[in-house]
């Protein structure tokens, strides 16, 4: 064998090794890349994590300890997060059962005097007092009203936060554990306008749900709603759970329920909310209630996707004075306001919608008293921007009773800066308003701007002009042939494209006023 050959065996053979060590060292590479990629994915599932240990423990202290706030659910799949909530937050919902004894007046029929003597008695006297002493007579008669909503307990010795409608003028109130105790409960506090109250049981250490921070909600995130739909029907003292997402912050029912209480500023979800859930809790997948269970919008009574709640941090502001059995006080300027549109912007020369146009100013208010006028735009109230009517009515809903606060608003295209004390919202709040819209009342109508919505209900092509939402009977616009859903187009001339325009036109009109319509001309008199 010469030396080539040697030297061309050597080689291959060193080649061969060179190649084995490289391939196994690849093998190494590879393996230790797949290793830590597997932990990192199961380090981010929870596969590894060292809380599934954990929580069953601190699951069993949480229990044990009532006071203590479930733990934040980060790292924990959807379904561990939900269960975890139930399992935690569901401890703190009772069911809230309300009795409320109603009574019908009774009334008496006389049957003594009868118009050209067509009395069905006759001459009979003694058959007329035989009706007048066994018929004639209804008695009072007393019925029960039976409600039932949830609750959530917020306090180990006893109490729980509800909606005041659930507990709204009750007789007797039972409240009954997830675990089937059944207590005597009374309220200590409820506030109408904010449907909020308070109701105490006698018991201690019971589980208490974690309040958190609605201000900081998104829409998109997903909560759980907790409480006792059908909790007669379901016979099981265990609440019901269902989860969704917020599908809008902010939203407003207005005066659609109830006159009274202010449901202005609402979380709505899609997770299903029923007839019994009022006054259960919506919570976060981290176990913190961000919103109190009140409404749901329904065309059948039952559940079809939109739900509200109360924020929390609304709570929060009236719970330690509604424990107390306080008296809740809210700020108040006197005003009527009403949104601005585009019309309405423009014809006062405003860059934009935002701010509230003033319509009415009620005698002796903070308002007449701080100088704001018919017509002036509010644009800021003590420092805060107001770009709507909800965001004015919640700013000084919330501000301190006697306070004085800087107003800007804009008059003739001027911005002025006026000092107003705010007021404390009267008692009788209804009773003004009922008298300030019956002002409003011209000749027999009540009108209303007409929205895009109005217009598709109503057929209507012009979107301009106001609608009337009513007619007093025997009234002079009822003489004269108008009826509900008639679209004011102007008045003697005066166009009427809005509300704005209506009010200004009929005021101080004494004479006869010829009334264009959608349906025609009418024209309504004095009424003198």
Known sequence: MTWRRKYARRSCQIKGVFTVKKKILLSVVILVIGIFLGFMISLK?????????????????????????????????????????????????????????????GRRIYYYSYPFGNSPFGDNDALRRFFNDFLGEMPDREYKQVGLGSGVIIDPAGYILTNQHVVDEADKITVTLPDGREFKGAVKGQ??????????????????????????????EWVVAIGNPFGF???????????????????????????????GDLIQTDAAINPGNSGGPLVNLKGEVVGINVAIF??????????????????????????????????????????????????????????????????????????????????????KPVNNTQELLSIVG?????????????????????????????????????????????????????????????????????????????SPADDAGMAPGDVILDINKNQVNNLFDYNRVIKGLKDNA??????????????E
């Open 45 to 105: 599932s929870g596969v590894f994590s060292s809380s599934q240990g954990q929580n069953t423990a601190s699951k069993e202290n949480r229990i044990s300890n009532p006071v203590a706030a479930p733990g934040p659910s980060e790292g924990l799949r959807m379904q561990d997060a939900i269960i975890n909530v139930a399992n935690i937050t569901g401890k703190a919902v009772v069911s809230i059962s309300s009795e409320h004894t109603a009574k019908l007046k």
């Open 191 to 220: 506030d109408e306008r904010s449907d909020l109250a308070i109701v105490k049981i006698n018991a201690q250490n019971l589980p208490v749900a974690a309040l958190g921070d609605s201000d900081n909600l998104r829409i998109g």
């Open 233 to 263: 029907a379901l016979q099981n003292p265990e609440p019901t759970v269902t989860a969704g997402v917020i599908g809008a912050l902010h939203r407003s029912l207005g005066r659609a329920i109830s006159r009274k209480r202010d449901y």
């Open 298 to 383: 329904s065309t059948s009574g039952g559940y079809e996707g939109i739900g509200f709640a109360i924020p929390v941090n609304s709570a929060k502001r009236i719970m330690a004075r509604l424990i107390e059995g306080k008296k809740i006080i809210y700020g108040w300027l006197g005003i009527t306001v009403q949104d601005l549109n585009q019309d309405l912007a423009e014809y006062f020369g405003l860059p934009d919608k935002n701010g509230v146009l003033v319509a009415k100013v009620l005698e002796n208010s903070p308002a007449q008293k701080a100088g704001i006028k018919e017509r002036d735009i509010i644009k800021q109230f003590d420092a």
């Open 398 to 474: 919330k501000t301190e009773v006697g306070k004085r606060v800087k107003i800007i608003i804009t008059r003739d295209k001027k911005e002025l800066t006026l000092e107003v004390q705010v007021g404390e919202r009267p008692k009788d709040l209804d009773r003004l308003a009922q008298e300030a819209e019956s002002t409003e009342r011209w000749r027999g109508l009540v009108v209303q701007d007409l929205t895009p919505e109005l217009a598709r209900n109503l057929d209507i092509a012009d979107k301009k002009g106001v609608v009337v939402v009513e007619v007093d009977p025997a």
């Open 514 to 527: 010829l009334v264009r319509t959608s349906r025609g001309y009418f024209l309504i008199k004095t009424g």
